[in-house]
């Protein structure tokens, strides 16, 4: 069993910066690849980036390719989300999620986080 929490979220302004953490325990961590996905009202999850459980490998969507890193450390069992340049359409809950190997495929995950709000103003 794996617990995240994730933090970092809150309001910021179009062309600003956040940055999202998800803390992991219970099992370990390192053997994880991670996720991150977003939901936003009345739409379904989508994927937004995931990483191998070493780092060496990393996915991202199409819509934040080059604006958002994912990053881990493995010491601290807490893998990041760095958003740059949001935008207002970047507004929706932020799940972090755990499973085997990488993958952009929600359904695949088998640990999910609670979810942390990111609102970007207009």
């Known amino acids: 069993q794996v617990q995240l929490v994730e933090s970092g979220g809150g309001l910021v302004q179009a062309g600003g910066s956040l940055r999202l953490s998800c803390a992991a325990s219970?099992?370990?961590?390192?053997?994880?690849?991670m996720g991150w996905f977003r939901q936003a009202p009345g739409k379904e999850r989508e994927f937004v980036a995931s990483i191998s459980w070493s780092g060496d490998r990393t996915i991202y969507a199409d819509s934040v390719k080059g604006r958002f890193t994912i990053s881990r450390d493995n010491a601290k069992s807490t893998v990041f989300l760095q958003m740059n340049s949001l935008k207002p359409e970047d507004t929706a809950v932020y799940y972090c999620?755990?499973?085997?190997?990488?993958?952009?495929?929600?359904?695949?995950?088998?640990?999910w986080g609670q979810g942390t709000q990111v609102t970007v103003s207009s």
């Open positions: 999620a755990a499973r085997q190997s990488l993958s952009a495929v929600a359904e695949f995950y088998d640990y």
């Open positions: 219970g099992r370990t961590f390192s053997s994880y690849a």
